[in-house]
């Protein structure tokens, strides 16, 4: 009978929505943080939008490293989008519900987007082996074509390994507790609250699913690198190394920064944090800043972006 009542309380009280709390311990005055937020996802989509601007307009930059930081650009652009309306929503009107198809839809789109950004990095790191590594093959191996298959490839991955990750969450019973302390639907912020029995078992599946995507990325770029590294050792001659490094330097500041945060976020979600808005700012920031942060690095660092950059503002200037 005890057993009975206990799977009729379980259903009489299943949760049909989830209460996104917003930034645990400051919830008084967590909408001052609306503004640097709104400010830092405006810089990102309009630096984005540029930055493909800049590589469309420019016929000198209709080359696969730029095509590929067009893609770059447009991932950017979609990661902060899955979180920052519902975030801004949260701080400004207190909307702080969402379905449950929402949140799991939300789920997945973060997960896809931020694989789908290792990915682009992994092809970034592969286009500039071939370059520095075998010059004279370059324009054979990294063609339109390659472009087009890797990023095909790289979407279909991540898009469909990642499916595992809400549906597992999806699949659990949600009984009495509805309340998230995070603004965005992050997998163990939901699976929380979940009343199931095997909770162990799945959550070890979904992390050994993310690790071993992210994983399996970070590898290959490891490896391309040192491949780089030690390629650019045996040239004889310090300013051809320097040439050659200068290419790579953008790009490993952005894999530096991304794969930090990602490790980073996982101790703290691991460890039992006596402050719980750590891993929570953290876990928002890692999805606002990169994009945001991206393009500025490219445009610093990248003499033809740089020159793209001018060129356009010199165009708006004589339209003036």
């Not at 009280?13 to 709390?21: A, D, P």
């Amino acid at each position: 009978k005890s057993q009975d009542l206990s799977n009729s309380n379980s259903s009489e009280f299943q949760v049909s929505e989830f209460i996104l709390l917003g930034f645990p311990g400051i919830h008084s005055w967590q909408h001052w943080l609306s503004l640097p937020l709104a400010l830092l996802y405006l810089l990102a989509l309009s630096a984005n939008i540029l930055i493909l601007i800049i590589i469309n307009k420019e016929a000198t930059l209709h080359q696969p490293m730029y095509y590929f930081l067009g893609i770059l650009a447009v991932v950017d652009m979609g990661l902060p989008t899955t979180i920052m309306p519902k975030i801004l929503a949260i701080l400004w009107f207190n909307s702080k519900a969402i379905s449950f198809p929402q949140c799991f839809i939300q789920m997945y789109a973060i997960h896809c987007f931020v694989a789908m950004e290792s990915g682009i990095f992994v092809c970034m790191a592969i286009d500039r082996y071939v370059a520095i590594c075998r010059p004279l093959r370059y324009p054979s191996i990294i063609t339109g074509s390659f472009v087009v298959k890797a990023t095909v490839f790289m979407a279909l991955r991540n898009s469909l390994t990642t499916i595992p990750i809400p549906v597992f969450a999806a699949q659990r019973q949600y009984c009495s507790k509805n309340q998230i302390e995070h603004c965005l639907c992050s997998n163990l912020g939901v699976t929380s609250l979940s009343c199931d029995d095997d909770k162990t078992v799945k959550s070890i599946y979904q992390l050994l699913l993310a690790w071993t995507l992210m994983g399996s990325d970070l590898g290959l770029i490891i490896l391309s690198y040192a491949l780089i590294l030690q390629s650019v050792l045996k040239l004889n001659s310090a300013e051809a190394a320097s040439k050659a490094l200068s290419t790579c330097t953008s790009h490993l500041i952005l894999i530096l920064f991304f794969y930090t945060v990602i490790i980073v976020i996982s101790i703290t979600h691991s460890a039992a944090m006596t402050v719980p808005l750590i891993p929570v700012l953290l876990n928002v920031l890692h999805n606002v800043i990169p994009p945001a942060l991206n393009p500025m690095v490219y445009a610093l660092k990248n003499k033809e972006l740089r020159q793209g950059l001018y060129n356009l503002l010199k165009l708006d200037f004589k339209g003036n």
